[in-house]
């Protein structure tokens, strides 16, 4: 498991929420919302945009008097502040202050951009653990109807755009309309009558563009909607990628995209169309003002009404005008489109039956067990209100007891363990543990104190123990032992999380709830979670993926060296058993004729990509190596000749022969291209092929085990040229390539090599009699002899689980599940149908240790096996979702009843 730093966390000493932890309601205008957490900034912008108005009016003030005066000459010499200042020098002064009022603009706009994105992704940052904090208090039957292809672009790409537009929500408009009065009263000083010509069209662009714009943001909603349900459908798709293959469906399911993508298309066309008619009519409207400026401006001119500086200053006044107004439309825009996306998304974060936000927030840090009895009275329960799964239950359970629930498929089993679980809420009727209501309960008390697995079983990304420490992730520890300086990162990210709203936990700490496990530290964590694999039959699983997985020498010095014990161990015992044929070891002066050619001419496990041995034969070095051995052209003959024999032999065999399986060169459907290349190389030589061509050819001989292929290419004399090669490639190795192969050496252990080669260092011999299952054998018996077994089992723990677990078969997973259920000790232990694809034989054992794990608390298990009843003190036998008949095995065998078909049916 990769390694993570620990750092402290923040936890309360009682059960109450922190009050910066609970991610508040959300409030359902757009504005208020912005207002409610970020009134603080917002007016921060408000009072640095009116502070910097009077700075943009004299930086329109001032181009005027530089033409006006001190390039016009109109009374000079002209003394400011006491000081006489000549044209020149005025124009100098002028043109400095001119740059400085640039210098402190520029400086307001930086500010102003820079603190918008800060606030607004703050808010963003809000917005989004908002709603995901919403999203883990859906109910169960919820996801049945929204996939998460239509969620996570909600809370992604959705709300992106709102992060940009809260951080200006108000300021920008301030800015840019206090910029456009700025502009007017500037305008208005030089002239009425241009003012009045400057806002002539904005009346009717004031009119007229709302009108266009609610017609742009209809079709923004439908092509919202229709973007999440075209990503539903691809996550369809991904999902059932099986059931479209099995059933020849690709063209349907092209067509179904292709009809979504083009109804997308339309709607776009339309918004582009409605988009650009908008631009277009603002663009026109903003270019008749000019049309009057150079008209009656250039009269009054002329007419000595108006000054050339002041109608140039009027002109560049005007220019800036067009910018803040256009931005007050693109305002106006992005406002109504973030409005319906800001409304589209609450809309889809509120469904009913919503978990209570108290229940979740609850951080109590110990919880006392269980008391009392758990007792189900007039239990019902309905996803549609039509059909009742679960009608009328009555039943009542001893926390100490082991129960089975069974019924036939339908009868309402896994509604009413999942009701027992609160993963459902019953829509009449209660639940109540001693005198406490279940539907009060928190989360902390029903996560930790009641275990359910179910048939459907999730593992996330990450190792086997990342799995199983995920039932013990409740709170994070407080650690005291950390720096300074990592302390100050700490704290500055908590700051961070408390401005936005965030959880004030470090991730990075250590969540295990060591005690929740009955155990005191990490190691007894590791022995518990090994001992349970043994319970649900796992741990000869997880043994192997350990044999075959890799460990960091350095990291596990003890363990890796008593692995190098094992391997002399081995290699001694096989001796003295006469097995020694079943391994041909390796050795740094002898060619191993089980290995490929590749394989002894690297002598190593490549550490990356670079020396792959599937891609080793277009390596540069590797190619200078084999030229300066004089090998090359050899082994491409060699690989030739090979291609020439898989031909001959294999042309008219079927794909998927068994001999293909054994000499793997060439796929069935390769054969055909080689064909084509053996008769290109027989007229033109294998010197005329290009380089791909050559490394190809070259491959198949790296391929090539002389005991495995008996073809009788690599004879003596080229193993020996090959192991000079080797130590040629070894000790010529350029600097750069120093770290790509980790080589063999007898006296240490490769850490680029799994478990299981490094205590074998060597290969398995080809050709002998039950090989592998009699070397199996002697590496299982050293490996307990030496008291190994549980250490690879550990290693094994970290194997990569892949996404949902998919790396894992459904049993696996099932039984993982089981075991992190047990691993956590709830007082209540829900197992429903979650061992559905075990045989009965393994079930059953699984089960027998289950209940032993269990003794002296609550264990459920839900399953259509009526005859499990034999292994509990009663069952409840359940169909049309009541309670038909409950006792113990030989009470419900004798009456003649459900249980008793169900029986013998079974």
Sequence with gaps: MRATRQIPATTNNNSKPHPFNTPSNMERSLFKYILKHSLKGQIVLLVVTALSMPFVYFSLEVPKIIINEAIGGQGMPQAVLGFEFTQITYLFALCGLFLFLVLINGGFKYFLNVYRGVLGERMLRRMRYQLYSRLLRFPLPHFKRVSSGEIIPMITAETEPLGGFIGEAFSLPAFQGGLLLTYLFFIFNQDPFLGAAAVATYPLQMYVIPKLQRRVNRLAKQRVLAARQLAARIGDSVSGIAEIHANDTTHYERADISARLGHIFHIRYHIYRKKFFI??????????????????????????????????????????????????????????????????????????????????????????????????????????????????????????????????????????????????????????????????????????????????????????????????????????????????????????????????????????????????????????????????????????????????????????????????????????????????????????????VAENLLFGTPTDATFDLEKIANHEYMLHILTEAGLQTDLLEVGRKVADTMVDLFADLPPGHEFFEQFSFISAEDLPEYQQLLKRISTQGMRAMDAETQARFLSLAFKLAPARHRLGLIDEQMQTRILKARDAFRANLPSELSDVVAFFDADAYNGESTLLDNILFGKLAYGQARGQARLSSVINSVIDGHGLRVDIVRVGLDYDVGIGGGRLSMEQRQKLAVARALLKQPDILIVNDATSTLDGAKELQLLKGVREQCEGRGLIWVSGRAEYAREFDRALVMESGRVIEQGTFDELEQADGTFKALLHNG
Excluded: C
């Design 279 to 596: 631009k277009f009519l603002n663009n026109f409207l903003a270019q008749i003002t000019p049309f009057f400026f150079y008209s009656a401006g250039g009269y009054f001119v002329i007419m000595g009404e108006l000054s050339l500086g002041a109608l140039v200053a009027v002109l560049a006044a005007y220019k800036d005008l067009a910018d803040p107004w256009k931005e007050l439309l693109k305002y106006y825009e992005t406002k109504e489109d973030v409005r319906v996306k800001y409304a589209q998304v609450l809309d889809q974060f509120e469904p009913q039956q919503m978990l209570d936000e108290a229940l979740v927030a609850d951080e109590a840090e110990t919880v006392p067990p269980l008391k009392g009895d758990l007792v189900a009275s007039n239990l019902s329960f309905s996803e549609d209100q039509l059909i009742k799964l679960v009608d009328g239950v009555n039943a009542q359970l001893r926390l100490n007891e082991h129960v089975l629930i069974t019924g036939p498929n339908g009868s309402g089993r896994d509604e009413f363990a999942r009701l027992l679980a609160r993963l459902l809420r019953p829509t009449a009727g209660r639940i109540t543990i001693g005198d406490q209501n279940t539907a009060d309960l928190p989360e902390s008390v029903v996560g930790r104190r009641i275990g359910y697995v179910g048939p459907s079983v999730y593992l996330f990304p990450g190792s086997v123990r990342d799995n199983m420490h995920y039932a013990l992730k409740h709170l994070p520890r407080v650690l005291a032992d950390i720096d300074e300086s990592f302390k100050r990162a700490l704290t500055a990210e908590r700051e961070e999380a408390l401005r936005t709203g965030n959880s004030l936990h470090a991730f990075t700490a250590d969540w295990v709830d060591y005690a929740g496990a009955g155990v005191d530290d990490g190691e007894q964590l590791e022995l518990r979670i090994v001992e349970l694999m043994r319970v649900v039959g796992l741990e000869e699983d997880i043994y192997h993926l350990g044999l075959h997985s890799t460990i960091d020498p350095q990291a596990r010095e003890e363990f890796s060296q008593r692995v190098m014990q094992a391997r002399a161990a081995l290699h001694e015992r096989l001796r003295e058993e006469d097995l020694s044929g079943l391994v041909e070891p390796f050795e740094e002066n002898r060619y191993n004729l089980n290995a490929s």
